[in-house]
């Protein structure tokens, strides 16, 4: 038996143990994790860091991200790497680091939620191997776009990278039951489409993790609603997304997310069911959303992309979390509204340091940033 299929069992394993100890957490009141978590997003880039580093050369840029709290994953990784290589690695262990410093100061069930939400950045990884097989991407490269900040290691991951096929890895993924993929492996084979492969992840990832918010204590309320409107904000841009390419709603319908919450189902239901682009559109102006998309609808009209109304929904999550801090800062919300913060920098810089590598405007960059 090999070691990834050994990974596998293991996993398995604490996947069935885990499911009886779901019952017992308790969040309770724990000083030195939620302190230590507000001083490490004290640290995070703010707006005003981001307009600087935006009018620096690359070098500049470099230098600044070596003084910060990214001088460790830099210096561990200079004597192999260099340039946007090394940054970009660089940016990809600290958020590694980071998550993993948060589930070794929680207690045990803090540290059960952390994972949970983790589990995020292994669906990515996994999805990033994927696509690069797909595209028949260099190994060296696309083994350099994996974070390995979830439960998966960075060694499973590598061994994952090396299997035969899409087919094998799917197999051995070890976090989304296989059962669940084969209708995504079927279209893969017919219409040569990864979408709904990577559709059945992110469903089972969201209706895992809402189902594992519901049996929180109150202490993690707020992490529930921003599950669930994180899960609205996808859909919406499921919706934007296949409604412009004019696909039946029948088809639209199988990659919509059920959230189990009602008033937001029936919400996105009610979008689904325009057929109208236009009206989808005046439509979406009508919810709570409409600050955080007036502007990239305007974009749309103006020029067909979708990007700004992406990147507008996405700082409107990124505000959200804002509250977590705000209004419970000794509370599991505070660890949760850190991770996606962090997550979201790391995005930001990513951002930066490819955007100067290849020359672009600062107007264009900064569009593309989330703060």
Request: aromatic share 8%; charged share 30%; proline share 1%.
């Amino acid at each position: 038996m090999n070691s990834i299929t050994i990974k596998m069992l293991k996993l398995k394993l604490r996947e069935k143990g885990h499911s009886q100890e779901l019952k017992k957490i308790r969040l309770g009141f724990y000083p030195y994790a939620y302190v230590r978590t507000v001083v490490m997003r004290s640290l995070l880039f703010k707006k005003d860091d981001y307009g600087k580093m935006l009018k620096m050369s690359f070098g500049e840029i470099a230098k600044l991200l070596q003084d910060s709290s990214y001088k460790n994953e830099i210096d561990a990784l200079a004597a192999e790497y260099s340039g946007s290589d090394l940054l970009e690695l660089a940016l990809n262990r600290s958020l590694a680091a980071s998550f993993k410093k948060l589930m070794k100061i929680s207690s045990y069930d803090i540290g059960l939620v952390v994972k949970e939400y983790a589990m995020r950045k292994d669906l990515e990884d996994i999805k990033a191997i994927i696509r690069g097989r797909f595209t028949n991407a260099n190994e060296k490269e696309i083994e350099r776009s994996l974070t390995a900040a979830g439960s998966l290691s960075r060694e499973f991951l590598t061994l994952l990278l090396k299997k035969e096929s899409i087919e094998e890895i799917l197999k051995c993924n070890g976090i989304v039951d296989f059962s669940l993929l084969k209708g995504g492996l079927k279209e893969l084979n017919e219409k040569n489409s990864l979408a709904a492969i990577e559709n059945a992840m992110d469903k089972h990832y969201y209706g895992h993790l809402i189902k594992f918010s519901g049996i929180l204590p109150k202490q993690g309320r707020l992490f529930r609603e921003f599950l669930l409107q994180e899960a609205e904000v996808l859909n919406i841009l499921t919706l934007l997304r296949l409604k412009r390419a004019k696909l039946d709603n029948a088809v639209i319908k199988e990659f919509i997310i059920s959230s189990g919450d009602k008033a937001r189902d029936s919400k996105i239901t009610g979008l689904a069911a325009i057929d109208d682009f236009e009206k989808l559109l005046k439509e979406l102006e009508k919810t709570e959303y409409k600050n955080a998309v007036s502007k990239g609808i305007e974009e749309f009209r103006n020029r067909g992309s979708l990007i700004t109304l992406e990147i507008g929904l996405l700082r409107h999550l990124l505000g959200r979390t804002l509250l977590f801090t705000h209004q419970h800062p000794l509370s599991v919300d505070t660890i949760l509204g850190y991770m996606f913060a962090k997550d979201m920098e790391v995005r930001n810089l990513r951002i930066i340091v490819k955007g100067k590598q290849l020359g672009l405007s600062e107007e264009f960059i900064e569009g593309q940033m989330v703060y």
